[in-house]
């Protein structure tokens, strides 16, 4: 919509079909020109999702109860749990002044600067693509865009118990190691005010977009 920016939307815990549902709606009324466009912030129950990139999807054995669940992001197997920040920019690129790799660097730079808030020094890496500590991943990221309009995005992992990548060979890295905030801090994180956080970031950094 002409004029108008997208808004951060944070929602708490919700289920990874939910948000996808939602994704989905949204992307369809950016399509149509009925909306601007949302950044959704939240966190998933334990889920595994699979990436458009076949050959690097390997789950090694999914926990009872966790689903596998196919989608059309790019990338490859990863892993959502509560403690993890997700963040799904569903957004018209062009209007933002974005191409697909500056939106991806973009996306980064969010994680990146939330992590330094909580004394994380990341790096950010186009590959293997995300963000890093050392050699160790903290934060994973694939989007998919359909007529100009972009949905999934960045998961970063703040205080989430990291066994259940232990599922998967994440994004098809064998041997790579995850790690958290809480991980690499000994702190634990308030994910209701590293949400609001986010939110905060993400309008900010809209409102520096042309």
Known sequence: MAGQRPEARVLGR?????????????????????????IFILEHGPVI???????????????????????????????????????????????LGFGVKSFVAWLLELGREL???YG??????????GLWVGERKIASLGIHVSRGVATHGIAVNLDNDLRLFNAIVPCGLAGV?????????????????????MAGRVTEALAQRP
Do not use: F
């Open 177 to 197: 190691a995850m790690t958290s905030v809480a991980a690499e801090t000994g702190k634990p994180v308030d994910m209701a005010a590293a949400m609001a956080r």
């Open 49 to 95: 999702t699979l990436g458009a990139n076949k050959p690097v999807n390997t789950v090694l054995c999914a926990p009872p109860g966790v689903a596998v669940v196919q989608t059309d992001r790019g990338g490859g197997a990863t892993a959502h749990n509560p403690g993890q920040l997700v963040v799904y920019p569903v957004v018209a690129l062009r209007a």
């Open 120 to 129: 994380v020094a990341a790096t950010c890496r186009s590959n293997p693509l």
């Open 115 to 117: 992590l330094a808030d």
């Open 14 to 38: 919700m289920g990874y079909a939910e948000a996808l549902a939602l994704q989905e709606e949204t992307a369809a009324a950016v399509k149509a020109g009925t909306s601007a466009g949302v």
